[in-house]
Every structure is written in structure tokens, then in C-alpha cells.
């Protein structure tokens, strides 16, 4: 079991027998650190930093399209590494795709597949599971998370319970007040408008906590000043760790509404509230890179920038754009569950490009492969080793397939190469059945139709037929082999 940094769960725990697959596991980190001493390999051991942004859009940055917002920090890192143009997200909201990212995992395999978590949630990611600063931590390096978790709030479930050092930031999304989520102001784009010409309503109309590693330390938290807070705690980190291999994990509050950004930065025209807060988000990236040119440790950090799923597009311009896919957050079309991706560091080719399938889903095998460690064989995962289209050593992906589940975590569809297929059933609408509708099916070459247009299905029910048997298949095996979520007693 995974130690919460806490002393009564310290004692709590020790009471418990220890597992033949912790065993195990323990054996294998004493190999494997005793191989990276003995052979002084640990001095070449790379550094990993993952910045995972909330609800920004495919078409937000100016590598991947951007006419209008200006990202030269983040495009920077598709100048020196790789630029990733079919990168999927395994859910279109935030928990279920923060839980796959974190245990290469579809989210219904790790028991958080149905919708995101709130203030009164009594479920979380289990500390059973393997993330990926617990792969790292076990390999010796040191962890940090800062930002938004997502993956519940109560301290049996908090980043340090799930591998992390260290932690500071907010336990769920920063338009959900503690304890209850009630006394929330107006919603909407009218909402959004009102709170962003008055940024002092950060600490008058929201009650988002901050905290740091199991308490709150900040309530409400002041949202204006989390982006900046968090870099800087990022920076301090990597800098008291610069001589040992660290892992950040930094999962930017924003761009999720409602946006804030420092006073000394800010647009009053909430027309040009996103812009504002998106740039923002680059200038501390930049800040973050430029840390690491002066401590020299570029060339040995891994820098992955993506975010959780596609920008909030009913809120206009408080929300991003998917560019040229279809649709944004909440749906399993391409603007949902597609984002952008950005990888820069050893090995990795500058200023190429990928157009493979791969997703979060594969980061904790490839941070495996590139450790040159082994998973625990008792957890069965998902993700796959894409650490060759990383560095450009093979030019097709293991990735295959790709299984997309609603934001309720409901089968709806499959990728196959180039084909798309999504099974939509009829929905209820005000607790009443809506007026009875036959299934859609939809069938789209990805190839030739990015944008999800054409749908093909009648030209093709061979193909259907077989990627909704397929998926179904695929969809079976999960469920049947499916681990529970920590639940609160």
C-alpha cells in the first residue's frame, strides 16, 4: 500500500499484511536501484515534467493553428521536440481523463469512468493503483504535484497517497466551492463576464480551497494568482532537486472557467478573457524552460505539455477552440477528446511532427520503457510504449485502437486506423424518455474527414459491423476485469 504522508494513516496502515504483489514490487525497486547506483546511471536518469492544462482546445496554441492567441513559450517546445497531431484524451471531462493519464488506464478500468468528482463526492483514484509518480518515487526520484488533482479530495486519496512528495493546489475544479458546492454565483457567458471585470471576486463569490499536501491553506483559494504560484513552486522544486531525477506534475486550473489571471496582467475586456489567460499560461511555461536552461538540465528533462480534454465551448470567449475538429468538451467527438501534445527532450527529434495515434493512456508505460524499469505485473493496464515515436524510432504506432467512453462513462465508440465509429443511443432529457429515436451510427475516415462531416455508415456497414463488435469485445474485457475506486466509509 501507498503511504498519504500523514502519520495517523502511517499507523493505520502498518496494521495491514503485506501483499505478495507489494512484495514483489518492493524487490523490484531494490534491483532496480541498486542497478542505477551500481552502475552510475542514476547521474544520466531523466527528468520528467508533465503540464496538463484544463479544457484548452486543440486550435489554442500557434503550433497547432492559432491565429489570434500568441503561445511562443509553449510553441517553443514543438520548435525543439516533437508536435503530436492525434493525441487522445480518454475521457471528455476532467476526472475520468486525469485518472487515465495517471495509471494508463481507461478511466472505467480504474473505477472512475462515470462523470467528474465534486465537493460532496465520497469516492477517489484507490492508492492501490500505480501512477506514475509512483513508478518514479519507487525508482528513487523525487515528486511533486501543483495544481488541480481531480482524482478526489479527501487526504486517503490526495496526490500524496498517490505516489507525490509533495502537493499544493486545488482538490477539484476551480468552479466548485468546499464544502457543499453551494452559494455559487451566476453561470453562463453573462456569468463569466460579470466575474472577470470584477477580479475580486475570487475571494467574494467562491469558496475553492488550496491545499497543501492533506490541509487547506487557503480558503478561498485567490485564483487570480494560482498559475503564477504554481510555476514558481514548480521552479522551486526542480531547483532543491536539480542534482537527483524529479518528476512535476503541473495540472494548470486553467483555462477552465471561471478565468482569472494576476492584476498586473490582466485584460479588462472579458471579450479577450481567454487570450489573456492562455498567454498567461505560456509566460509561465516560459518562465519554468528558462529554469531549466539555467540549471543546465534541458537536455535531460522530458517536457510534456497536453491537456484533459477539449475547450468549453458554450462559453464563447471564455472558452477555447477545437480548430478543425468537431464539436469540444463533454462529447467523444473529435474537438472532445483530441488536444494537443507537445513533447521536447533526450532523444526526441526538433520541430517534427507525429500524426500516430497514441494518448495519455500511454505515458506511464513509456516513462517505464524509458527508465528501463518493469510494471507490476498485477495491474493490469491499457496504455502502451510509444517511447519510439517519441524518438522518432518507429514510424507507426502500437496504438491501433482507441476506445471512447461518454463523460458518464458509457461505451460509445471505437477507433481503428483510420476509422472512427461512434454508437450514439437515444438520451433522456428532464428525467423523461425522450420521444423514441433509433441509434446513430456514425462512421467517419479520420484521413480524409478530420472534422467528422461525412458520415459514411451506409457506404460502409462492413466496417460498422465490425468495429462495434470489436469495441464491444474491447469494452467486455474492461468491465469484466474492471478495479473499484477508494470509496469514503
Given amino acids: 500500500m501507498k503511504r498519504t504522508g500523514t502519520d495517523s494513516h502511517s499507523r493505520r496502515i502498518s496494521k495491514h499484511p503485506v501483499s505478495p504483489s507489494a512484495v514483489r514490487r518492493l524487490l523490484l525497486t531494490c534491483a532496480l536501484l541498486l542497478t542505477l547506483f551500481g552502475t552510475d546511471i542514476m547521474a544520466e536518469t531523466p527528468n520528467f515534467i508533465i503540464i496538463f492544462t484544463d479544457d484548452q482546445g486543440y486550435g489554442d496554441l500557434g503550433c497547432f493553428g492559432s491565429t489570434t492567441i500568441r503561445t511562443p513559450n509553449i510553441d517553443r517546445l514543438a520548435t525543439e521536440g516533437r508536435r503530436f497531431t492525434s493525441f487522445m484524451v480518454a475521457s471528455p471531462v476532467c476526472t475520468p481523463s486525469r485518472a487515465a493519464l495517471m495509471t494508463g488506464c481507461y478511466p472505467k478500468r480504474v473505477g472512475m469512468h462515470q462523470h467528474v468528482l465534486f465537493p460532496t463526492s465520497r469516492k477517489g483514484l484507490h492508492p492501490d493503483e500505480h501512477t506514475i509518480a509512483d513508478h518514479l518515487k519507487q525508482l528513487g526520484y523525487a515528486t511533486a504535484c501543483y495544481g488541480k488533482w481531480h482524482l478526489g479530495h479527501h487526504p486517503e486519496v490526495l496526490p500524496v497517497a498517490n505516489g507525490f512528495d509533495e502537493y499544493l493546489g486545488i482538490p477539484y475544479s476551480n468552479d466548485m466551492n468546499h464544502p457543499d458546492n453551494k452559494g455559487k454565483p451566476q453561470g453562463g457567458v453573462a456569468g463569466m463576464d460579470l466575474l472577470w471585470t470584477d477580479p475580486e471576486s475570487t475571494l467574494t463569490s467562491w469558496t475553492t480551497p488550496l491545499i497543501r499536501n492533506t490541509e487547506i491553506v487557503e480558503l478561498p483559494v485567490d485564483q487570480r494568482t494560482v498559475t503564477r504560484r504554481y510555476t514558481q513552486h514548480a521552479i522551486d522544486f526542480i531547483t532543491n532537486h536539480r542534482d537527483e531525477p524529479f518528476f512535476v506534475y503541473l495540472p494548470h486550473s486553467m483555462p477552465h472557467i471561471p478565468l482569472y489571471v494576476p492584476d498586473d496582467v490582466r485584460d479588462p475586456d472579458p471579450l479577450n478573457a481567454y487570450t489573456n489567460t492562455i498567454e498567461h499560461i505560456d509566460t509561465e511555461v516560459g518562465r519554468l524552460l528558462d529554469t531549466l536552461d539555467e540549471l543546465k538540465l534541458t537536455e535531460k528533462t522530458y517536457v510534456i505539455y497536453a491537456t484533459d480534454n477539449g475547450p468549453w465551448l458554450p462559453f464563447q470567449h471564455h472558452g477555447g477552440s477545437a480548430g478543425p475538429l468537431r464539436d469540444g468538451k463533454g462529447t467523444t467527438f473529435e474537438g472532445g477528446q483530441r488536444v494537443p501534445c507537445l513533447v521536447r527532450g533526450p532523444g526526441v527529434p526538433a520541430n517534427t511532427v507525429c500524426n500516430e495515434l497514441a494518448g495519455t493512456i500511454d505515458l506511464l508505460p513509456t516513462i517505464a520503457a524509458i527508465t528501463r524499469s518493469a510494471l507490476p505485473d498485477d495491474h493490469r493496464i ?35 486506423g483510420d476509422w472512427k465509429l461512434l454508437v450514439k443511443q437515444p438520451r433522456q432529457q ?39 463488435s470489436r469495441m464491444l469485445e474491447l469494452d467486455q474485457e474492461i468491465t469484466a476485469n474492471a478495479r473499484k475506486p477508494w470509496m469514503k466509509p
Fill in 430 to 468: 428532464n428525467n423523461k424518455q425522450k420521444e423514441q429515436q433509433p441509434t446513430r451510427k456514425l462512421l467517419f475516415n479520420l484521413a480524409e474527414d478530420i472534422g467528422e462531416q461525412n458520415n459514411v455508415a451506409d457506404v460502409h456497414a462492413d466496417v460498422v459491423a465490425a468495429l462495434e
Fill in 382 to 416: 491499457d496504455g502502451l510504449d510509444i517511447s519510439g515515436l517519441w524518438t522518432d524510432a518507429i514510424q507507426k504506432s502500437p496504438r491501433n485502437e482507441f476506445i471512447y467512453y461518454t463523460a458518464q462513462g458509457e461505451l460509445e465508440g471505437l477507433r481503428q
